[in-house]
């Protein structure tokens, strides 16, 4: 059924044969209970015929691993692939290259939107799969013999899934669709966010002024860099309410921090001097510097043309069969609001560019005409 690979000879055997191939399905097993990078415990292949699991914590060089991911002639079939991609990206420093996700074709087939894998085998396969070795210990070993039961099944069913998918999207012309989304995941992987960008992923900025906002931008940096050079959780640092705090109430000294009750005691005895730093910095940078104000994202919309744009994308996606989600979110239809100009000009959104300006974005734009 399968064959589990401890050495490196055997694994560039093993990828040698897969280059061969011009699809295979892939999938990971990886820990993250305690650190902030995954922990890369399998490695699951299967090429159509041959069931291969690959054991990291056995092989001293995976360089050849990586050469597949990066082998363009090579489709890579995965299912909700982001965390696989994150893993990817820290135990060998690539992403693989092209991708086929299965969870993005199932929405975008209609099939269901953010579709689990078991939900998904049983749409296509009517075979019911077993939860039981989900959560296990990945990276103890040996491996039971149901954990790698478990591994093989995941990718042996995710090729014969994406066999019928193919079948569906070439039959409905979408296949540039699934390929299009697929392309733009590895941008997306959390890890490789710039420190100084990750305050935009807090929410409620629209509450914070430009010097709030850049005490924020300074705090979250912080936080993202002390959490990968100690490889824990980002919440093992600090919480992300207390960022938004610690920013809403700009401290100018410590004293202001433990006033307001921000930071617990002890991150206060840990982190104080960093903290001071922090205020610091903020209070020597110049206005020009700080980040653009996000008030814009906070102006309200008009309800009833809100009302009327989620009418026109409801009934495209009743005639596409297409799960709405997919073809635009609500907060894509808030931000094409809010782009109108002084000349009551609309400009589509990143979100609502590519297949989907043809598919949905120019009808929206029409309705806004009318």
């Known amino acids: 059924m399968y064959e589990t690979i401890y050495d490196t000879t055997r694994l560039e055997e093993v990828i040698r044969e897969c280059q061969k ?8 097993e990886f820990m993250r209970t305690s650190t902030y990078y995954p922990i890369l415990g399998l490695v699951q292949i299967f090429d159509g015929t041959k069931c291969y699991l690959i054991d990291p914590l056995q092989i001293d060089d995976l360089s050849c691993l990586a050469q597949l991911l990066e082998d363009q002639s090579v489709l890579k079939v995965l299912h909700a692939c982001s965390e696989d991609m994150e893993v990817f990206q820290y135990a060998l420093g690539v992403t ?21 894998y078991q939900k998904l085998v049983e749409h296509y396969l009517s075979v019911q799969i077993s939860k039981e070795q989900t959560r296990s210990d990945w990276l103890r070993r040996p491996l039971s013999a149901p954990q790698l039961e478990y591994a093989a099944i995941d990718v042996i069913h995710l090729y014969t899934v994406f066999e019928k998918q193919k079948n569906d999207l070439d039959t409905r012309s979408r296949m540039p669709w699934v390929t299009a989304d697929c392309e733009s995941l ?3 992987i959390p ?3 710039m420190p100084e960008e990750y305050y935009l992923k807090v929410k409620n900025t629209a509450k914070l002024n430009r010097p709030q906002l850049n005490l924020l931008r300074l705090i979250c940096a912080w936080r993202e860099r002390k959490a990968r050079l100690l490889n824990v959780p980002r919440n093992r640092v600090v919480e992300e309410k207390s960022l938004f705090l610690f920013a809403l109430h700009n401290p100018s000294t410590l004293s202001d921090i433990q006033d307001a009750g921000i930071f617990t005691s002890k991150q206060m005895r840990r982190y104080a001097e960093e903290f001071r730093n922090i205020i610091d910095a903020a209070a020597d940078m110049s206005e020009e510097n700080y980040p653009p104000s996000q008030e814009k994202s906070r102006t309200p919309v008009n309800s009833q043309t809100l009302k009327m744009l989620k009418a026109v994308v409801e009934k495209k ?9 997919v073809l635009v979110k609500r907060r894509d239809i808030e931000q094409l609001l ?8 609309y400009v589509l959104p990143s979100a609502l560019k590519g297949w989907r300006e043809e598919v949905i974005g120019r009808s929206l734009l029409e309705a806004l005409r009318n």
């Open 96 to 116: 693989p290259s092209p991708t086929f996700d299965s969870q993005i074709a199932a929405a975008i087939l209609g099939v269901g939107f953010s579709m689990s």
């Open 317 to 325: 996606a009743l005639t596409l069969n297409i799960a709405q989600e």
């Open 191 to 193: 890890t490789l966010v």
């Open 21 to 28: 191939k011009s699809v295979i399905a892939m999938d990971t």
């Open 338 to 345: 809010r782009s109108i100009d002084n000349r009551g000009h």
């Open 186 to 188: 590895p941008s997306k």
